[in-house]
């Protein structure tokens, strides 16, 4: 059974950096697209950051610059730096992937989530 599993969250100061890490296992031939996705309190989920199998990268519009995707596909594992936080990236932020697993299509994955807190 495929999971993912997401780790870096916490209280920052505004300014601030936090990594976030999300790894995937179980059963997995193939992984597509990886990203994250946050959910601010009283808002929608929206995408953060997305990263394809050949490095192409789509931000959200209010990154501009502070953070980074990238994934290490012989870890199974996508990376999500922070830098310049701001009390608004407050929320909970959750990594996505598009998986084969024992199926022969790909589906797409979520993890539990993990809180990241941006206040002084």
């Known amino acids: 059974q495929v999971q993912l599993v997401e780790s870096g969250g916490g209280l920052v100061r505004p300014g601030g950096s936090l990594r976030l890490s999300c790894a995937a296992s179980?059963?997995?031939?193939?992984?597509?697209?990886m990203g994250w996705y946050r959910r601010a309190p009283g808002k929608q989920r929206e995408l953060v950051a997305s990263?394809?199998?050949?490095?192409?990268?789509t931000y959200g519009d209010f990154v501009k610059g502070r953070f980074t995707i990238s994934r290490d596909d012989n870890k199974k594992t996508v990376y999500l730096q922070m830098n310049t936080l701001k009390p608004r990236d407050t929320g909970v932020y959750y990594c996505?992937?598009?998986?084969?697993?024992?199926?022969?299509?790909?589906?797409?994955?979520w993890g539990q989530g993990t809180q990241v807190t941006v206040s002084s």
């Open positions: 990263i394809s199998s050949f490095g192409g990268i």
């Open positions: 996505k992937a598009d998986i084969r697993g024992e199926t022969p299509w790909h589906s797409a994955y």
């Open positions: 179980g059963t997995i031939f193939g992984i597509r697209d």
